[in-house]
């Protein structure tokens, strides 16, 4: 064998051994579970291979900047940190070349203080990047200390292939290591958040998270303030030591308000020598602070809520890292807080859907999508007569069966269709259950419009809900359930009440503008503004006489300001009128104009009629005068008229002048007339006060018989006011009198004689 050959067959050697000795690394690293194994195994391996005394394997950490060595190759295994641009290693590591050191100590990169803390003196050093397949540096490989002789390009070379061979196991393990903190950090996370979203209460939550803040921070206190939007106050209910006394401040002032109104982040190692420092807190407290860190809270829209302090650092002042801690804790806060809310928000909505559907005096029956009643409220039960574990879990072709089977077939029809449907006044006959009932049943969809089931309400119109809802059309619901809850409701009563009658004038002209439909429809609008004011005060619709109004104020029920309730209704319902003209003129349509009379006396109301048909009405000669007022209305050109009866109740004060006394058509005796004007505007009416004043003059004039002094006073209220006709009216009615001198029993009394 020649020289050449000889050479050819120790390179093919060489090249199998170190084939053997990557296979065997392989196989030793390919076993290893952790990042830790694979670093001690493979300095053992990278010691011996190179014939090295020691080994080291530096890791980069990216979030520090540092390459890290856990293990050395012996019994020293602590961990040595410094900068990845320092030493031998970090100039590998920076230029990503491999390195033959001969003379440790003569290289201006060695750091000797590696020595100090192994306790190894390190002769020479060859050093290689750990690159991954990728050409990703993530450590350096170092072997320290030949034993025989000095490392040469072989041993280079030997390292480079070993740690080609090892990054995949060294990248692998170092991400598996990371993902495990990640885990256990996210574990300890979920372990604080679940601490904390099990508490309802919120100051427990914030107990806890400021508990926490104040041992992580190693500090003596620590406190929240809240921001009170409605008084600009920052308040605190929490903190490690305090009593519950509630502390506030404006939320400007101290190193609370300057974090709060700015949203920087405040650490002050001398707080009495801070001059934003309010020592209030701690005469109210009895607590002396050193040094104050201090965060603000912001909620995920980004607005600050508030702000955390954590006070007296032990053992000296707050740090950077105390400072990254606490704004971790801070937004945990923010968290909590957010979730606090949420879990009572959603508790609240779930404890009023449970309470609406407990109190609901309708049935509401909800199913699943295979047509199983998944729950059912206490008014269900009652109306279907069955105790809630009959009802639940029962699919509900089973349960509607025979006379209620028509209650499946809807549910059926409306699974299918998904549209809702409607039964009024339908009969349900279940097991005991014989009601009458307006059931609806609606499809339950969620927000994106899948299918959820089918919901039922079963409203009971059966007695006394049938009473109501027959009550309710001609009053305020209110009253009909007072009403209701009358043990005497259906027998007669004579009371005191004030009764109101309208008219529409000139209805007959209007309906033959109209015509029928339009006629329907006119009344329906006019109607509905009327009744809205009469309801308003309180008010009983009676009954509707073709355009014609009927209304009381005092029963079923009194209130002890009818006559006043009364008349308001009366004057809003005029001001209304006009209002509603002016939309109609607006349209093109003709202005309308009404009368009301108001009168209060003693009347006789009840439930009147026959079994098959009743009506809750009054009768009386109190309700005759307030139609006779409202008649009138036209004789005296008045919109609002009533008798001396309510002008002597009001409490109130009105614009009102007497008019007139009167007997009226079927009585004897007369009755003071009094017209209100509180509806009237300047425009309507100028200088009015001035002509009642005047008009006023004039019927004491008229009522004694000076007809002369009656005409002056008369015609001046007619000069201040040309279109007050009631003032033109006694112009002619004075001067037909001192033409016509009545008897020597005038007393001022005029006599109707037409209803």
Known sequence: MNVVERQEHEDLERRLRRAEMLVQTYRRLAVLDTLDQVLEALVGIVARETDAEQAALFLNDPRTGELYSRVMH????????????????????RSGQGEIVPDAYGDSHFNPKIDQKTGITTRNIIAVPIRTAAGEIIGVAESINRRSGAFGPGDLETLEELTTQASIFLKSTQFAEEMERAKVQELEFLDMVSGITSEIDLSAVLRKVMSEATRLLDAERSTLFLNDEKTGELWSQ????????????????????AVFTSGATVNIPHAYADLRFNPEFDRKTGFFTRSILCVPVVNKEGRTIGVTQVLNKKGGVFTEEDESRLKAFTAQIAVGLENAKLFNDIQNMKNYNEGMLRSMSNGVLTLDEEGRIHTCNDAGQRILGMERTRIVGVPAA??????????????RRVDETQHADVSMDAELELGSCRASVNLTVLPLLSTEEKKLGTMLVIEDITGE?????????????????????SEDMLG????????????IRGFTTVTEKLGAAGTVSFLNEYFTLMVECIQREGGMLDKFIGDAIMAAFGIPLAHGDDEDRGLRAAIAMIRTLHAWNVERQARGEDAVDMGVGVNTDVVVSGNIGSPRRMDYT???????LAARLESACKQYFARILISENTFRKLRGTYRIREIDRVVVKGKT?????????????????PNLMEAVGHFEEGQRHYRAGRWDAAIRSFGEALRINPADRLAGMYVSRCERLKAEPPGDDWGGVWVMTAK
């Open 618 to 624: 009054m009768i009386g000669d109190g309700v005759n």
């Open 238 to 257: 929490v903190g490690e030591g305090l009593t519950s006394t509630q502390i506030r401040m404006p939320n400007h002032l101290g190193i609370a308000g």
């Open 74 to 93: 012996g019994s020293f295994r602590r961990e040595i940190r410094f900068l990845n641009d320092e030493g031998v290693a970090g100039r590998v590591f």
């Open 492 to 503: 007669g009563k004579s009371n005191p009440a004030t009764v109101l009658f309208t008219d």
């Open 398 to 411: 089973e349960l509607f069966t025979e006379r209620g089977a028509w209650v499946a077939e809807r549910i």
């Open 669 to 685: 005796e007369p009755v003071g007339v009094y017209e209100v004007l509180d509806y009237h505007t300047e425009a309507s009416f």
């Open 465 to 485: 809900k049938r009473i109501k809802t027959t009550m309710s059309r001609y009053m305020d619901p209110s009253i009909a359930d007072q009403l209701l809850q």
